[in-house]
T-cell receptor
Framework: AQSVTQLGSHVSVSEGALVLLRCNYS??????LFWYVQYPNQGLQLLLK??????LVKGINGFEAEFKKSETSFHLTKPSAHMSDAAEYFC????????????FGKGTKLTVNP | KAGVTQTPRYLIKTRGQQVTLSCSPI?????VSWYQQTPGQGLQFLFE???????NKGNFPGRFSGRQFSNSRSEMNVSTLELGDSALYLC???????????FGQGTRLTVV
């Protein structure tokens, strides 16, 4: 079964510092991979999506992620953190086939300090 | 274009009761998926509907059921509520074919 592991349930950075949120996936076939963000009392918003077209995926709000097959990783980065980036981030994998099902990691809560 | 609408936003129910949650997808979207989010278990897939047919089901007891109507609106029902059913229930809609999924704001269910 496909799964994702997010390393670090909490990450704290200073405003202006690099943001790095880690995600490793388990899949026997090339998956679709996603990063979502959730603000308090809100639903999930798609940041970016990997579909095998390009290994470096650029998303909204200055985020990007790089697919590394050799490391089975899909880490999310942003060069300079902003206070508004404070939220919970979820990595997800979409199994093969016609299903729209997403399998999510446990999430990483990002705190941005002034 | 209106987003995914879930109603109600908040709900308080008593153990043993049943509840129905509603999800109106983005216009033109035919796929609706439901997820349960709890602090302990995280985000877990409940089921997925496409053109009124259940295409996939997660590992939840039979007390959890759903359906989709011809206009793509979907409902999920939980019968004989338990305290552990307290959660944020999220609905996502998409065009299908593994297109981007858009989430609603969720329904916060509290079982007392």
């Amino acid at each position: 079964a496909q799964s994702v592991t997010q390393l670090g349930s909490h990450v704290s950075v200073s405003e202006g510092a690099l943001v790095l949120l880690r995600c490793n996936y388990s899949s026997s076939v090339p998956p679709y991979l996603f990063w979502y963000v959730q603000y308090p009392n809100q639903g999930l918003q798609l940041l970016l999506k990997y579909t095998s077209a390009a290994t470096l995926v650029k998303g909204i709000n200055g985020f990007e992620a790089e697919f590394k097959k050799s490391e089975t990783s899909f880490h999310l980065t942003k060069p300079s953190a902003h206070m508004s980036d404070a939220a919970e981030y979820f990595c997800a994998v979409s199994p093969q086939g016609g299903s729209e099902k997403l399998v999510f990691g446990k999430g990483t809560k990002l705190t941005v300090n002034p | 274009k209106a987003g995914v609408t879930q109603t109600p936003r908040y709900l308080i129910k008593t153990r043993g009761q049943q509840v129905t949650l509603s999800c109106s997808p983005i216009s033109g979207h035919r796929s609706v998926s439901w997820y349960q989010q709890t602090p302990g278990q995280g985000l877990q897939f409940l089921f997925e509907y496409f053109s009124e047919t259940q295409r996939n089901k997660g590992n939840f007891p039979g007390r959890f059921s759903g359906r989709q109507f011809s206009n793509s609106r979907s409902e999920m029902n939980v019968s004989t509520l338990e305290l552990g059913d307290s959660a944020l229930y999220l609905c996502a809609s998409s065009l299908g074919g593994r297109a981007n999924a858009f989430f609603g704001q969720g329904t916060r269910l509290t079982v007392v």
